[in-house]
């Protein structure tokens, strides 16, 4: 950077506790103009009516390096990249929300295509490495300027590409951004590792479910599948089930629970203490394990009677009726879940399975004719469910719950990994921890 420019532009010092700038340039970095070391919106060659892997903003998901789903589509116009690039949302709420990915998706010498909302950022020759870029842009000093910077109506603030020309950042050498990468990336991979993981666990739980439960060929008395061996089947309201099982309502199987929201005027109803439960806490995960706000022992205290124990069953019956989840830990919902808290020989791992196949059921019932979709708790109990015998459901018991105690200490461990992630970011960042080529090792 130019002394004539940097002069026009006011710098700060790097806070300790937070990693943001505050005018200190750890020994061996150089301070520059973010846009002098990161190519902002690079050229990328891609024809039109060209057949391309395009990426909405929907493939993003918060706080994720992965991008989660792609289509393939004419290209028309928007955003053009190749892997290593990093996409940033440069719209509200999806800046504040955190979707940024780094791209991995696509074959050599091969050009994709996304959303108008994205800004594209890639290592710059000889200044940044790519790895180093998507971090440096998930960093609090780049998100918060840039959040900052956002101009134009309320809920359609955008971020402009030259934000970056006055945005200043101090740069490590080439051999420490590639160690600060490592780690920040070998944490990146155990989560996804544990992620896929845990999709592979429950994938192999819902076949058990669906082999023994709707298939009917669970194992007999003496081994073989139920069904394919002759086993006596009996009629039924929704078709026919084996002998000795019934089709009951979930309030059969154990209590029903609706959450509830403690006022929120009274601020110390809410804290650290216990989880409270909504609808975004429960996407694309079996086990809650963390909520986005908690409730005090104060504001739990106020509504014993909605604590649910670990292992119930949450249900979104409001706004976006079916998904499923298990309470990991004593918690509460709001009143846009509906809870079921097995009987004690009643497997929470059956009826968690269960739900989910019934998820479009549940959808359906929540229809109702009115814009927001709704399922009261009276509806809900009533819904009716396939209940095995005992010893049946006994032994899926027995065959999922390791599987499923494993998705939850995967989840658990990603947590941790998120969080020491999370609390390194700022401190690589900063220089406030140093790391060296060593690290590469």
Same mark, same amino acid.
């Given at each position: 950077m130019k002394t004539k420019e940097r002069q026009s532009v006011q710098t700060q010092a790097f806070d300790k506790q937070s990693g943001t700038p505050t005018g200190e340039i750890p020994e061996g970095w150089e301070e520059n103009f973010f846009s002098e070391v990161v190519d902002v919106n690079p050229k990328r060659e891609l024809r039109k009516e060209a057949v391309s892997k395009f990426v909405s903003m929907a493939g993003l998901k918060e706080f994720n390096k992965k991008i989660q789903r792609f289509t393939v589509r004419k290209f028309s116009s928007g955003s053009k990249f190749i892997n290593g690039d990093t996409l940033m949302a440069r719209i509200t709420p999806c800046l504040e929300n955190g979707k940024t990915a780094f791209v991995d998706i696509l074959e050599n010498g091969e050009v994709g295509c996304g959303s108008t909302e994205f800004i594209v950022l890639c290592g710059k020759d000889g200044k940044s490495t790519s790895q180093f870029v998507y971090y440096l842009t998930t960093s609090p000093h780049i998100r918060e300027k840039a959040i900052?910077?956002?101009?134009?109506? *309320?809920?359609? /603030?955008?971020?402009? *590409?030259?934000? @970056? $020309?006055?945005?200043i950042v101090n740069l490590p050498t080439l051999a420490e951004q590639h160690a600060i990468a490592k780690i920040l990336s070998d944490l990146d991979e155990k989560i996804e590792l544990n992620h896929r993981m845990n999709k592979t666990l429950e994938a192999i739980a819902q076949a058990i479910f669906k082999r023994w439960f709707i298939d009917f060929n669970f194992p007999n008395e003496k081994g073989p599948p139920y069904k394919d061996s002759g086993g006596r089947m009996v009629d039924? $309201? #929704?078709?026919?089930? #084996?002998?000795?099982?019934?089709? /009951?309502?979930i309030s059969d199987?154990?209590?029903?629970?609706?959450?509830?929201? !403690? !006022?929120?005027?009274?601020?110390?109803?809410?804290?650290?203490?216990? @989880? @409270?439960i909504t609808i975004p806490d429960m996407r694309d995960q079996a086990f809650v394990i963390q909520t986005e706000r908690k409730l005090s022992q104060k504001? =739990? *205290? +106020? /509504? &014993?009677? &909605?604590?649910l124990p670990p292992f119930a069953i949450c249900v979104s019956c409001i706004a976006t009726p079916g998904l499923v989840s298990l309470t990991s830990d004593v918690s509460h919902t709001n009143q846009q879940i509906n809870s079921i808290v097995c009987k004690k020989d009643f497997s929470p791992y059956f009826m968690y399975c269960t739900m989910l196949g019934a998820s479009e059921e549940v959808k359906s019932m929540g229809l109702g004719g009115t814009a927001t979709l709704n399922l009261n708790a009276g509806d809900f109990s009533r819904m009716k469910v396939l209940v095995p015998d005992y010893s049946t459901m006994? +032994? @899926?018991?027995?065959?999922?719950? #390791?599987?499923?105690?494993r998705v939850l200490e995967n989840?658990? $461990?990603?947590?941790?990994? =998120? /969080?020491?992630?999370?609390? +390194?970011? #700022? &401190?690589l960042m900063s220089g406030r921890i140093r790391v060296g080529s060593e690290n590469l090792k």
């Amino acid at each position: 950077m130019k002394t004539k420019e940097r002069q026009s532009v006011q710098t700060q010092a790097f806070d300790k506790q937070s990693g943001t700038p505050t005018g200190e340039i750890p020994e061996g970095w150089e301070e520059n103009f973010f846009s002098e070391v990161v190519d902002v919106n690079p050229k990328r060659e891609l024809r039109k009516e060209a057949v391309s892997k395009f990426v909405s903003m929907a493939g993003l998901k918060e706080f994720n390096k992965k991008i989660q789903r792609f289509t393939v589509r004419k290209f028309s116009s928007g955003s053009k990249f190749i892997n290593g690039d990093t996409l940033m949302a440069r719209i509200t709420p999806c800046l504040e929300n955190g979707k940024t990915a780094f791209v991995d998706i696509l074959e050599n010498g091969e050009v994709g295509c996304g959303s108008t909302e994205f800004i594209v950022l890639c290592g710059k020759d000889g200044k940044s490495t790519s790895q180093f870029v998507y971090y440096l842009t998930t960093s609090p000093h780049i998100r918060e300027k840039a959040i900052k910077s956002m101009i134009g109506t *309320s809920g359609r /603030q955008r971020v402009e *590409s030259n934000v @970056f $020309e006055k945005l200043i950042v101090n740069l490590p050498t080439l051999a420490e951004q590639h160690a600060i990468a490592k780690i920040l990336s070998d944490l990146d991979e155990k989560i996804e590792l544990n992620h896929r993981m845990n999709k592979t666990l429950e994938a192999i739980a819902q076949a058990i479910f669906k082999r023994w439960f709707i298939d009917f060929n669970f194992p007999n008395e003496k081994g073989p599948p139920y069904k394919d061996s002759g086993g006596r089947m009996v009629d039924s $309201e #929704p078709g026919e089930i #084996p002998v000795g099982w019934a089709i /009951q309502q979930i309030s059969d199987c154990g209590e029903v629970i609706c959450g509830k929201t !403690p !006022p929120t005027a009274d601020k110390d109803n809410y804290g650290d203490d216990i @989880f @409270f439960i909504t609808i975004p806490d429960m996407r694309d995960q079996a086990f809650v394990i963390q909520t986005e706000r908690k409730l005090s022992q104060k504001g =739990s *205290s +106020l /509504q &014993k009677k &909605k604590e649910l124990p670990p292992f119930a069953i949450c249900v979104s019956c409001i706004a976006t009726p079916g998904l499923v989840s298990l309470t990991s830990d004593v918690s509460h919902t709001n009143q846009q879940i509906n809870s079921i808290v097995c009987k004690k020989d009643f497997s929470p791992y059956f009826m968690y399975c269960t739900m989910l196949g019934a998820s479009e059921e549940v959808k359906s019932m929540g229809l109702g004719g009115t814009a927001t979709l709704n399922l009261n708790a009276g509806d809900f109990s009533r819904m009716k469910v396939l209940v095995p015998d005992y010893s049946t459901m006994n +032994l @899926f018991h027995e065959n999922v719950g #390791p599987l499923m105690a494993r998705v939850l200490e995967n989840s658990r $461990e990603n947590m941790n990994l =998120s /969080q020491i992630r999370d609390s +390194l970011l #700022p &401190k690589l960042m900063s220089g406030r921890i140093r790391v060296g080529s060593e690290n590469l090792k």
